[in-house]
């Protein structure tokens, strides 16, 4: 299994970003997709998820609104849209997949990309 994420970079306060994660080595459309952040000094958080099979999405409560997660089953790549960023979101943002399972949460993700930074700038 790998997950391969890219996209960050740096950008000012209300900027955007779009973050790509490749996947191979396991069925993508029967997965759960999901998006978790770490910010420096901090714990990884869960930021999206999407559902295998399914369009049902799940946010945190500080990306609402402001960042889309969606995936191509064709292209095997679960993408995070972020727009209005603000220097709160800088952190290294990593992928990940389970096997597709309910409620969908943050829990329970086992496969892990290697993280890809976002810094904002003020």
């Known amino acids: 299994v790998q997950l391969q994420a890219s996209g960050g970079g740096l950008v000012q306060s209300g900027g955007s970003l779009r973050l790509s994660c490749v996947a191979s080595?396991?069925?993508?459309?029967?997965?759960?997709m999901g998006w978790f952040r770490r910010a420096p000094g901090e714990e990884r958080v869960f930021v999206a998820a999407?559902?295998?099979?399914?369009?049902?999405?799940h946010y945190a409560d500080f990306v609402k609104g402001r960042f889309t997660i969606s995936r191509s089953n064709m292209k095997r790549t679960v993408y995070l849209e972020m727009n209005n960023l603000r220097p709160e979101d800088t952190a290294i943002y990593f992928c990940?997949?389970?096997?597709?399972?309910?409620?969908?949460?943050?829990?329970?993700?086992?496969?892990w990309g290697q993280g890809t930074q976002v810094t904002v700038s003020s």
């Open positions: 999407l559902k295998g099979g399914d369009t049902m999405t």
């Open positions: 990940a997949a389970r096997r597709r399972a309910v409620p969908l949460d943050s829990r329970n993700f086992n496969y």
């Open positions: 080595g396991f069925s993508f459309s029967n997965y759960d």
